[in-house]
């Protein structure tokens, strides 16, 4: 669908993948540890895969291979388009990559052909299935549906039962994107407990005491962050204990994000997916804009390409364009 942005909106959504991959990098270097109160976080590259300085891992090169189908136009959620995200899954993990989780890799690693197929395989894992892995890459559905609040929430659940069969990472792949989706449309946080205004009743019981805790708590209260709920916690921590009087929250939020320790790069990801929602792709500092970097090839200017494309569906914003803020 062609959409009209404003100005603002527009900064909006290319800053969602933009700060994505900007507090995936900046995590890399820290993952699996915690680092002191008093530690300088700077996107140093290094951890337990080697990244290079600004280098993201797969968090977002997951997220692009979704972006990289919405920008064609696809309707990612369903039928083709959603077999189409599938087969980007396959083509990343086919590229070898430094870091892929464990169930992710459990399900790649059969190269389900197509989306009912890859769905199925990851319905047939046993064990914990609700790691954070589909989290860290739902950003760019809340693009492909900023004009569908219904096709958003549905897009969320079917992309992230391609890998994780769990009905907690499906609810917080939804609550998440629908957060940002409304942070790009109206440059606030609220979509975060506004999503429980429209979630079913047993779902919005589940995650409003989880949210109260996210925003009362410490990371020690949620610290499996490797979990797809305490890894959205540590991210809505970090978001909501961080002073949000000025775009400057975007850079403090993830270094906070980075500090909670654990499954750094994922939560800060996670986290930077809104804030880039919230502030924009100004936010971002210009000296993380320079340096990152990563699959397929991208630097930060593509990612803010991608990102209104994804937006467009292809097209550009103008002509013939539907009014986002008037619809939602």
């Not at 950003?139 to 492909?144: I, K, S």
């Not at 589940?206 to 009362?216: I, K, R, S, V």
Request: proline share 4%; hydrophobic share 45%.
């Amino acid at each position: 669908m062609n959409v009209k942005l404003s100005t603002q909106q527009g900064d909006r959504a290319a800053g969602v993948l933009l700060a994505t991959a900007a507090g995936d990098a900046l995590g890399a270097g820290y993952e699996f540890t915690h680092p002191d109160a008093g530690a300088a976080i700077e996107m140093i590259g290094g951890g337990p895969f080697d990244w290079a300085p600004g280098e993201w891992t797969d968090d977002t090169s997951m997220a692009l291979a979704i972006a990289e189908v919405a920008a064609t136009g696809a309707d990612i959620g369903r039928g083709e388009g959603l077999d189409a995200v599938a087969a980007q899954f396959v083509r990343w993990f086919d590229s070898d990559p430094a870091d892929i989780g464990n169930q992710t890799r459990a399900v790649l690693s059969r190269r389900p052909a197509g989306g009912a197929a890859m769905q199925a395989r990851a319905r047939a894992l046993t064990g914990r299935k609700g790691g954070n892995g589909s989290l860290m890459r739902t950003a760019p559905v809340a693009l492909a549906y900023l004009g569908d609040e219904a096709g958003c929430l549905d897009a969320a659940a079917q992309i992230a039962s391609l890998t994780h069969d769990d009905p907690q990472a499906t609810q917080a792949c939804q609550l998440w994107s629908h957060a940002i989706r409304h942070a790009v449309l109206h440059g606030t946080f609220d979509g975060v407990r506004d999503y429980l205004d429209i979630a079913p009743a047993d779902v919005a019981a589940y995650w409003g005491p989880l949210l109260d805790q996210a925003e009362q708590g410490t990371p020690e209260d949620f610290a499996n962050n490797g979990w797809v709920v305490h890894a959205l916690q540590t991210a809505w921590w970090a978001i909501t204990s961080t002073d949000s009087s000025d775009d400057r929250h975007l850079r403090r939020a993830l270094v906070a994000a980075v500090r909670a320790g654990g499954d750094t790069d994922t939560t800060a990801a996670i986290a930077g997916g809104l804030l880039g929602a919230r502030w924009g792709a100004s936010a971002v500092p210009a000296g993380w804009r320079r340096i990152l970097h990563g699959w397929p090839g991208y630097t930060a200017p593509d990612l803010e390409r991608l990102a209104l494309e994804t937006v467009g569906g292809g097209c550009d914003d103008s002509d013939g364009a539907t009014d986002l803020l008037a619809q939602s």
